[in-house]
């Protein structure tokens, strides 16, 4: 039944006086005719094209000083209705546009029987030529008026500020983060910087997505339920399937299937994917999550670090045609190419600390309470050293670093390298103290993998959950002969933050999980 008349309610809304007005007006517009919701409008312009349109073809000192009529559709988000004529603000995805709307050049009845009752928020569509004020403001002369979904939430007024230039800005008071979060779809219509953020997103992964085409990796899609959680060290979320009676993990990474691929003759792939851990919530982590994960056959680290600098280089130069990007008042600088350095060096060079994976646990111990970090007697060497890192020098990386050689017990997944086997061939990627890529040369020998897993596996009965499981397919696939390869992980959500400016994972993920409301 169409939604109509003062008695209706819905079920889990507590109406106020407004919306119970805005209900009661869907009403009188079915009694005279006027559909509240409507279907199919064939717009020929956006706001911004129906003001490109004006400026490009008339010329102000000719007779006509209007365009030919165009459609343009949106939402009202001002209105000033002043007896026989109205202006509003339309807005759409590009932009806004005003529009003259005038009693006598409406047909009979629209102007009070649809103009006057419209809502901030109101969906409508315009037909009309576009044409110039006197003050100069380039609008769209009202011909018809086309009402397409009408609004009954009541939206925060609009608020106009005098900017330092003497122009006035428009925008609404909706500064709730949890609010904003909750009602992303509010949060959109009322703030226009945040469209602009997931447009920029989109635009960042389209062009991510396009040089990895022009480098010929193949997309392809792997599972998102795993019999065994793999490919990263993290807490798994469990479903179950009913039809199996199977218990599975929602993936926390794509890598162990990616490398499959390559057993099986593919030889440079990627997949840009959502990946899940049970894991805190912070502005730099989300349960669910976005990388792009990619694997060069006959590679190795240094290839796939290389790739991580085209993509995100390429990325920067295109959408702000500089390699600068200014993220929370700091300037970044993504001129390639990037800064490179040992685990061990950046230690030294924050630190002052010269440390040995090789040298006695007590004397890495007695280090590093000399700069603060008290740690256990049950450490490993390269645990000890991994957390100086951590603590000590994440924090200082803020241009664009690769930090190259982590130790071997805390990958279980990379190459050794060569000259000594305490070290794999990994880097991580870091920007403004932040991880942002993860990649190595792939560990491909079956005997040494399935060791590491074992090793894995006494961590985890030692109480360690993110631990790796053993994972006698993959060990079965590396049996079958792996090429040698360099693979990468790169946090999507976390570049777009820098690219967008925005200071929390959440306003870069449409939808961030919440706890839900009582």
Known sequence: MPLGGKSFHMRGFEESEVTLQRIEAIRALREQGIEPYGNRYDRTHSTAEA??????TVDPGAEKRETDSVKVAGRILSLRVMGKAAF??????????????????????????LVKGLALGDIVGVEGPVFQTKTGEVSIHARSVTLLSKVINNLPPLKETEEPDGSIRRHYQFSDLELRYRQRYLDMILNRDVRESFRKRSRMVRIIRREMDRLGYLEVETPMMHHI????????????HNALDLDLFLRIAPELH????????????????????????????????????????????DTVMELTERLIATAVEELFES????????????????????????????????????????????????VGLDLGPAETPGKIINTLFEEKVEPSLIQPTFVMDYPTEISPLARQRGDDPAWVERFELFIYGRELANGFTELNDPAEQYRRFEEQLLEREAGDEEAHEMDLDYVNALRCGMPPAGGVGIGIDRLAMILTDSPSIRDVILFPLLRPKE
């Not at 003001?51 to 490009?56: D, E, F, M, T």
């Not at 792939?269 to 976005?290: A, D």
């Open 229 to 240: 959680a793999g490919g990263a060290a993290a807490r798994p979320f469990i479903t179950h």
């Open 323 to 370: 390699t600068k990007v200014t993220y929370q008042g700091v300037e970044l600088d993504f001129a390639r190419p990037w800064k490179r350095v040992t685990m061990l060096e950046s230690i030294r060079q924050v630190t002052g600390l010269e440390v040995d994976i090789h040298e006695p646990v007590a004397d890495l111990l007695r280090k590093a309470a000399s």
């Open 51 to 56: 003001v490109a349109l004006y400026r490009a």
């Open 88 to 113: 509003g603000d339309l807005h759409d995805l590009e932009g806004s546009i005003q529009v003259y709307l005038k009693r006598d050049d409406l047909p009979e009845g629209v102007y009070n029987g």
């Open 258 to 301: 990616l490398k499959r691929l390559l057993v099986g003759g593919m030889e440079a792939v990627y997949e840009i994917n959502r990946n899940f851990r049970n894991e805190g919530i912070s502005i730099k982590h989300n349960p669910e999550f976005t990388m792009l994960e990619a694997y060069k056959a006959y590679g190795n680290r």
